[in-house]
């Protein structure tokens, strides 16, 4: 199986008729994706919106009631182990073992992926200097702050050396020093050619890093581009998008005559 071609080239992933329910609940409502290869992408929406769940489907995690993914031309649930082997994957809410230090971790890691135990050694050693963790690597992971189990999973999730790396929020609670932190990583990753898809609904950090996008609302895809199709003629990201998620004309306190002034008036 071959990867398929778009006009921006490459195809890194392909979804084609999306569908997941949960009950009486439309989540994703047969969204269609064809996201380039070699490219910084965003997934984003507003909460709700069916990022999380459609990134779960993508990478294998979550069963679809519809449609087909294909990851650098693999079909997700025909060949999953072919997909798994080419993804690297970083998860909302991410469980790690946390009675394993950060080397133990990443040991574990690199040879449940079938790498020989000195590759992984000097992976982690890398990783871990970059990610400035070198001083926890010893370090329980139940100790770690949250900055640290973002940049921790995210080494994980690069150790095999993946092409196509899907992020959940990776920027979610993490201070500014770790995001810059995690930035340049994935800014060096995507300059060798390999692939990101992260989700977010921080429009301002979408628009610094990425360089297409597709914007998601109500188990929909509204819009996907390049970012500079997808902004069009609005001043930002942010103003593009909340008008294509009908958000534009809101205003928040014209129903709060209430608020302020002083608390029990």
Known sequence: MTEGITAAGPVAVRVQGLWKRFGQQVAVAGIDLELPAGRFIGLVGPNGAGKTTTLSM???????????VEVVGHDVWRDPVSVKARIGVLPEGLRLFERLSGGELLAYTGRLRGLPGPEVDRRAAQLFDVLDLAGARHKLVVDYSTGMRKKIGLAAALLHNPEVLFLDEPFEGVDPVSAQTIRGVL??????????????HVM????????????????????????AEVRGEAPSLQQAFLQLVGASGRDAGSDLDWLGGGAGR
């Open 58 to 68: 993508v990478t294998g995690l979550l069963r679809p009631d519809q449609g087909s």
């Open 204 to 227: 301002e950090l979408v628009e610094s890093l990425c360089d297409w996008v597709a914007v998601m609302a109500a188990g929909r895809i509204r819009v996907q581009g390049t970012l």
């Open 187 to 200: 800014e060096r990753y995507t300059a060798s050619g390999a692939t990101v898809v992260f989700s977010s």
